[in-house]
T-cell receptor, first 115, second 111 residues
Framework: DAMVIQNPRYQVTQFGKPVTLSCSQT?????MYWYQQKSSQAPKLLFH???????NEADTPDNFQSRRPNTSFCFLDIRSPGLGDAAMYLC??????????????FGPGTRLTVT | AQTVTQSQPEMSVQEAETVTLSCTYD???????LFWYKQPPSRQMILVIR????KQQNATENRFSVNFQKAAKSFSLKISDSQLGDTAMYFC????????WGAGTKLIIKP
């Protein structure tokens, strides 16, 4: 089945120690998103890629970076995690069309704990 | 600015009952899409139902249906014959490029 895969599902890192979360998709969608979701809140968009074009949200901290080496893979790098970065990180994809719905398909998420 | 409002932070109903979750939104766009997403305790976000704004007919997916009132900018979700597996956070979202999310409604189905 076509899907969005996130690894690892659980990640524990130390305060200030860089961490990388990965996302892969078999849907062949050209748009990939990274969201941060804290408990019982709506997902907060960090950034997205439209093909290779990177689009950063204005309020995304510089501490968060992303890479998309090819259509299938996208990475979220947190350069110096703080306690406030502990959250669920969701990857999503969509197929962008001129009159498209931009319906997004989500991975299972990576729960990040910062100690 | 586009906004989505879900006024019910939490709801609970008995199994087999019908429940309606409310959502209102604001946009100046004429063409847009509306979605209901479900996020069970396992946290996988799943699309429940979608509605194209240019379609007057309300979308239906099995036990899930919407009441779309474009003039009133209202988009409620009705779940018929509720099941224990419907227990989840439900998010209403508006899209014409990116998703604008509501705050979510926690729905608990009691046995």
């Amino acid at each position: 089945d076509a899907m969005v895969i996130q690894n690892p599902r659980y990640q524990v890192t130390q305060f200030g120690k860089p961490v990388t979360l990965s996302c892969s998709q078999t849907l062949n969608h050209n748009v990939m998103y990274w969201y941060q979701q804290k408990s019982s809140q709506a997902p907060k968009l960090l950034f997205h890629y439209y093909d290779k074009d990177f689009n950063n949200e204005a309020d995304t901290p510089d501490n968060f970076q992303s890479r998309r080496p090819n259509t299938s893979f996208c990475f979220l790098d947190i350069r110096s995690p703080g306690l406030g970065d502990a959250a669920m990180y969701l990857c999503a994809t969509s197929r962008s069309r001129p009159t498209g719905s931009y319906e997004q398909y989500f991975g299972p998420g990576t729960r990040l704990t910062v100690t | 600015a586009q906004t989505v409002t879900q006024s019910q932070p939490e709801m609970s109903v008995q199994e087999a009952e019908t429940v309606t979750l409310s959502c209102t939104y604001d946009t100046s766009e004429n063409n847009y899409y509306l979605f209901w997403y479900k996020q069970p305790p396992s946290r996988q976000m799943i699309l429940v139902i979608r509605q194209e704004a240019y379609k007057q007919q309300n979308a239906t997916e099995n036990r899930f249906s919407v009441n779309f009132q474009k003039a009133a900018k209202s988009f409620s979700l009705k779940i018929s014959d509720s099941q224990l597996g419907d227990t989840a956070m439900y998010f209403c979202a508006l899209s014409n490029y990116q998703l604008i999310w509501g705050a979510g409604t926690k729905l608990i189905i009691k046995p």
